[in-house]
């Protein structure tokens, strides 16, 4: 297996624009997780899906995000519009199950909004 | 609020001696606490899981220990190498969804 695949792997973007960052899990893996990446906060929970629902997305940090896993095999996290603040390193992981037997991590997107 | 806990200061050592890394986490004891590995521009990779009713868990060089009354995990690699250097985050289940909150990770430095 490729592992967890991730697109782009460095977006750099004006403030206000639209940016989409992309997932593919590993093949049978029914737990997806995006996590963004900062010195000041360490990595933090966006959101988690199971079997492709949305279970806990409380760490969305406002409206101007959002994410939909429209099958098994893709997931997409929508910024729009883009601002400074934003800019981070984008996680994907996923893992059988909750996680017991740990998450596998794609090698992420570094976004950096202008 | 549930929180976890890592020493943020980088931890040097000297090849061959062992490296102790320690996390720490506030609250409730978590049902069971993991440890990744970071390399720079990187993804975390998976090393270990410790379950609370678990003292001890060994893998080759690693050996991490759970201790519920400090309400503290420690992660030891014996043998140290220059390959050793990266980022060791620390993370526990959290939430009715058992989902992973992270700690900011130690950066260990190991010296020829």
């Known amino acids: 297996d490729a592992g967890v695949i991730q697109s782009p792997r460095h977006e750099v973007t004006e403030m206000g624009q639209e940016v989409t960052l992309r997932c593919k899990p590993i093949s049978g893996h029914n737990s997806l997780f995006w996590y963004r990446q900062t010195m000041m906060r360490g990595l933090e929970l966006l959101i988690y899906?199971?079997?492709?629902?949305?279970?806990?997305d409380s760490g969305m940090p406002e409206d101007r995000f959002s994410a939909k896993m429209p099958n098994a095999s893709f997931s997409t996290l929508k910024i729009q519009p883009s601002e400074p603040r934003d800019s981070a390193v984008y996680f994907c992981a996923s893992s059988l199950g909750q996680g017991a037997d740990g998450y596998t991590f794609g090698s992420g997107t570094r976004l950096t909004v202008v | 609020s549930q929180k976890i806990e890592q020493n943020s200061e980088a931890l040097n050592i000297q090849e061959g001696k062992t490296a102790t890394l320690t996390c720490n986490y506030t609250?409730?004891?978590?049902?069971?606490l993991q440890w990744y590995r970071q390399d720079p521009g990187r993804g975390p990779v998976f090393l270990l899981l410790i379950r609370e009713n678990e003292k001890e868990k060994r893998k080759e060089r690693l050996k991490v220990t759970f201790d519920t009354t400090l309400k503290q995990s420690l992660f030891h690699i014996t043998a140290s190498q220059p390959a050793d250097s990266a980022t060791y985050l620390c993370a526990q289940e959290h939430g009715g969804y058992s989902t992973l909150t992270f700690g900011k990770g130690t950066m260990l430095l190991v010296s020829p």
């Open positions: 899906f199971n079997n492709n629902v949305p279970i806990d």
């Open positions: 609250n409730y004891s978590p049902a069971y």
